[in-house]
């Protein structure tokens, strides 16, 4: 079946460092990929997204750019603030996989001041 | 504002007694999910909803059970049956057609059983 990989966690990082989320997934069809951020205590919110081959998600300074070739869709960041520690999602959903998407296992990011 | 809420954030119960937890949305999705997260852990799928008055199991049903009598409604039971069921509880809902299942989330429902 459909599935997701992400790096572990925990991420640490220095304030203005580059982040890399690495996120691989197995599917058959053509998913459409996610990257959601959770906040402490709070629901997850959908970050960015990209729905075919070669497409760039961006928003907020992160970027991830779907590849087919390598299964892949890292998520990036330049220049990463104290206030975007938290815990990111990989995700797909797909057209074989009824209206379900799936997660992979989340991986915190704490930033350091 | 569209949205889901979820009621209450915070809930207590004593074990052997069920629970229903809320989740509510304005959004005219038609379907609806709800999650459990552990400590550390990701999402997952309890039970998940494409259209009123139908529902199916998720990955992890044992011990909940849901209803859907209305699109904008899809509440939780946690039942005494659920062996471990404190955690965080989300609900989430999206469009039901295409591939983009963007979902929308609820800030949570957090239930503690002692």
């Known amino acids: 079946g459909d599935s997701v990989t992400q790096m572990e966690g925990p991420v640490t990082l220095s304030e203005e460092a580059f982040l890399t989320i690495n996120c691989t997934y197995t599917a058959t069809g053509y998913p459409s990929l996610f990257w959601y951020v959770q906040y402490p205590g709070e629901g997850l919110q959908l970050l960015l997204k990209?729905?075919?081959?070669?497409d760039k998600g961006s928003n907020k300074g992160f970027e991830a750019t779907y590849r087919k070739e390598t299964t892949s869709f890292h998520l990036e960041k330049g220049s990463v603030q104290v206030s975007d520690s938290a815990v990111y999602f990989c995700?797909?959903?797909?057209?074989?996989?009824?209206?379900?998407?799936?997660f992979g296992a989340g991986t915190r990011l704490f930033v350091k001041a | 504002d569209g949205g889901i809420t979820q009621s209450p954030k915070y809930l207590f119960r004593k074990e052997g007694q069920n629970v229903t937890l809320s989740c509510e949305q304005n959004?005219?999705?038609?379907?609806m999910y709800w999650y459990r997260q552990d400590p550390g852990q990701g999402l997952r799928l309890i039970y998940y909803s494409q259209i009123v008055n139908d529902f199916q199991k998720g990955d992890i049903a044992e011990g909940y059970s849901v209803s859907r009598e209305k699109k904008e409604s899809f509440p939780l039971t946690v039942t005494s049956a659920q062996k471990n069921p404190t955690a965080f509880y989300l609900c989430?809902?999206?469009?039901?057609?295409?591939?983009?299942?963007?979902?929308?989330f609820g800030p949570g429902t957090r239930l503690t059983v002692t």
């Open positions: 995700a797909l959903s797909s057209n074989t996989g009824g209206f379900k998407t799936i």
């Open positions: 990209a729905t075919k081959a070669d």
């Open positions: 959004l005219n999705h038609d379907a």
């Open positions: 989430a809902s999206s469009i039901a057609t295409g591939t983009d299942y963007e979902q929308y």
